[in-house]
DNA sequence: CTTGACCCTATAGTGACTACAGGGTTTATA
DNA sequence: TATAAACCCTGTAGTCACTATAGGGTCAAG
């Protein structure tokens, strides 16, 4: 199939396709007459693993990193493991900040009562505080 | 006080206190005959505005946008208040989204029993789900 | 005087895309 | 058969919010 029926096929942008073979991230497809590209099935399971470890937040670099131990065909479990605990941890860490972010802007805004009035609290508290 | 200062009082870097005043967040100081950067406390006060909006995960645009609230001088509270609403909301929604990818991957994680098995069900399931 | 810290401008790089320019190929329709 | 739109290609630049580097000037302390 051709480059836009992958797309499609995996919900990946065309580009983005494009970008990941650049990349190193997919292999270079065999090509039509015309220079189209033509992939089968194994570049859409590629893809769709490379895109749900992106939809689970590992960077690129960490799903080279995967498909490498995968591909060198001594892919040890530990090593997949220790990278998604590792990832884990870091989605934590996020979540934990950005509970701040949301509970210190929580307490701004409910300390906003609209109005047109030239003291805004939520101002005044980041200018100040 | 120059640059240097400024951005110890701040926590924000020196290049991006000058990425800033680029970026037109900042306005341009006064210089020395050196013509080196020299900052008062509106400078200060404004940064350090800046930089809590950007802890808080506002973008620059929309602290550009506050700030044009607030020099506009018929700054509305109830305009701020959206914008923080606003705001808050996307927060929230990126936080659900973390949930969401944490507990894909606790699940798979918790299916790594580790060792050397050409079988792994984290790879597996990514592959194939 | 020397040297290291500080300052300056201009430009490029980061990561993961995304958009655009310019041009060729395919497909469906009149 | 002609046409127009959709699709494909490569190369390059842009996005966002920084961050780093190159090359050069200034300041302050020893």
Redesign the interface.
């Known amino acids: 199939m051709r480059i836009g029926e992958l797309a499609q096929q995996t919900g990946c942008q065309v580009e983005t396709i494009r970008y990941y073979e650049r990349e190193g991230i997919l292999p270079k497809p065999q090509r039509g007459q015309n220079n189209y590209r033509l992939y089968g099935e194994p570049h859409q ?1 590629r893809l ?2 490379v895109r ?2 992106r ?3 590992f960077s690129l670099e960490e799903v080279r990193t ?1 498909l490498d131990m ?1 591909n060198g065909g001594t ?4 090593e ?2 220790a990278l ?2 590792s ?2 941890e870091a ?2 860490e ?2 934990a900040d ?2 701040k ?2 509970a ?3 307490e ?2 409910s300390r ?12 005044e508290e ?2 100040e ?1």
Chains 1, 2 share one sequence.
């Open positions: 399971r769709q693993f749900r470890c939809d689970l937040g995967l995968i892919q040890s479990c530990a997949v493991e998604g605990r990832h884990l989605v934590r996020k979540i950005l509970r972010m949301e210190r802007l929580s701004l805004v906003c009562h609209g109005g047109r009035t030239p003291d805004c609290s939520f101002v980041l200018f505080s």
